[in-house]
C-alpha cells in the first residue's frame, strides 16, 4: 500500500514538472504599518502578480507591528520582506519590489510563464 502512494506523489510530481506554468504560488508580504514604502510594496507586488501569475498566487500581506510572532516565526529582520512559501524552496525579498525583472528572477518566477500570460 504504500508504494502506491509513493507512486501516485512521483505521478503528481512529474505531471508538475510537466506543465510549469500551472504550478500554484504562495507568497507572505511582510510590511511595517500603513507607511508609503508598505503602500507601494503592496501595490508592486499585487501588480506584478497579476501581470505574471493570474489566478495562480495565493498572498497574504502580514502587518509587522500588528503580528511580531508571525514575523519572528519567518525571521522576519527587515519590512517589506516577500517570501515565496511554495513552491518550495522558499525564496525571500526585501524591499519595495519595483524591479520586476529582479523580483521574478529571485522569486523563480520563469519568463516564459510571464511571456505566455501577455500573448
Known amino acids: 500500500m504504500m508504494a502506491s502512494s509513493h507512486d ?3 505521478r503528481r510530481y512529474e505531471d508538475q514538472l510537466a506543465e510549469p506554468d500551472s504550478a500554484r504560488y504562495l507568497f507572505t508580504l511582510f510590511v511595517a504599518g500603513a507607511s ?3 503602500a507601494r510594496a503592496i501595490a508592486n507586488i499585487r501588480e506584478l502578480f497579476e501581470s505574471h501569475l493570474a489566478g495562480r498566487y495565493d498572498l497574504e500581506v502580514v502587518d ?5 510572532a508571525a514575523a519572528t516565526a519567518s525571521n522576519v529582520l527587515a519590512a517589506p520582506t516577500l517570501i ?3 513552491p518550495l524552496p522558499k525564496r525571500r525579498l526585501v524591499g519595495d519590489l519595483s524591479d520586476t525583472a529582479r523580483v ?6 520563469s ?3 510571464s ?4 500573448l
Open 84 to 86: 515565496r512559501e511554495s
Open 111 to 113: 519568463e516564459r510563464s
Open 8 to 10: 501516485e506523489t512521483l
Open 115 to 118: 511571456a505566455s500570460r501577455s
Open 104 to 109: 521574478l528572477h529571485v522569486l523563480g518566477v
Open 64 to 68: 509587522v507591528y500588528r503580528d511580531r
Open 36 to 38: 508609503d514604502l508598505s
